[in-house]
T-cell receptor, first 110, second 115 residues
Framework: DAKTTQPTSMDCAEGRAANLPCNHSTISGNEYVYWYRQIHSQGPQYIIHGLKNNETNEMASLIITEDRKSSTLILPHATLRDTAVYYCIVRANTGNQFYFGTGTSLTVIP | NAGVTQTPKFRVLKTGQSMTLLCAQDMNHEYMYWYRQDPGMGLRLIHYSVGEGTTAKGEVPDGYNVSRLKKQNFLLGLESAAPSQTSVYFC??????????????FGPGTRLTVT
């Protein structure tokens, strides 16, 4: 599974869009990009995933570059409850394991 | 549905003691996983199971054993606890196959301290 690189921490003002970047320059053609988040002391929570096309659901949007070497998770209107560690993971859909890494600690500021 | 539950929530062990952590899921999921999370670190996979009666090693399996005798339960055992096993342990489950493997459902965690 490809390795990912994320910033260690980010701040975002409440109500503004939070844009969390992820680099995955060694991603293979059959690997998906997944995003999870972990709110303090809780188990991780699935957010969204994608292969090539941009994806949107009720929680977030995922923008994947055309060369698939990077992606951005967008929380359109961040709230205080979005303060969490966000993990970007790439994994083949046939794989059994997720490698979580250390993620980005997002702090939403009032 | 209770989802994924873990027992116990907290435990303190002395070095050399043994214990078993229980994970239960009521979603009829085939796949189950055990992770550990050390302070300031991401989750690391210990062992996982792709079905009843099967187990496989993950990233950090040493010092742990697992069993999946029933589809809904996944047990993690520490035979001789060491201080290095102080951590928060998370269990997860998922449905196998194609796009459905994208979402793992996590339990609330077990905080284990080994003194």
């Amino acid at each position: 599974d490809a390795k990912t690189t994320q910033p260690t921490s980010m701040d975002c003002a409440e109500g503004r869009a939070a844009n969390l970047p992820c680099n995955h320059s060694t991603i293979s053609g059959n690997e998906y990009v997944y995003w999870y988040r972990q709110i303090h002391s809780q188990g991780p929570q699935y957010i969204i995933h994608g292969l090539k096309n941009n994806e949107t659901n009720e929680m977030a949007s995922l923008i994947i570059t055309e060369d698939r070497k990077s992606s951005t998770l967008i929380l359109p209107h961040a709230t205080l409850r979005d303060t969490a560690v966000y993990y970007c993971i790439v994994r083949a859909n046939t794989g059994n394991q997720f490698y979580f890494g250390t993620g980005t600690s997002l702090t939403v500021i009032p | 549905n209770a989802g994924v539950t873990q027992t116990p929530k907290f435990r303190v062990l002395k070095t050399g003691q043994s214990m078993t952590l229980l994970c239960a899921q009521d979603m009829n999921h085939e796949y189950m996983y055990w992770y550990r999370q050390d302070p300031g670190m991401g989750l690391r996979l210990i062992h996982y199971s792709v079905g009843e009666g099967t187990t496989a090693k993950g990233e950090v399996p040493d010092g742990y054993n697992v069993s999946r005798l029933k589809k809904q339960n996944f047990l993690l055992g520490l035979e001789s606890a060491a201080p290095s096993q102080t951590s928060v342990y998370f269990c997860a489950s998922s449905v196998p196959g194609g796009r459905l493997t994208y979402e793992q459902y996590f339990g609330p965690g077990t905080r284990l301290t080994v003194t």
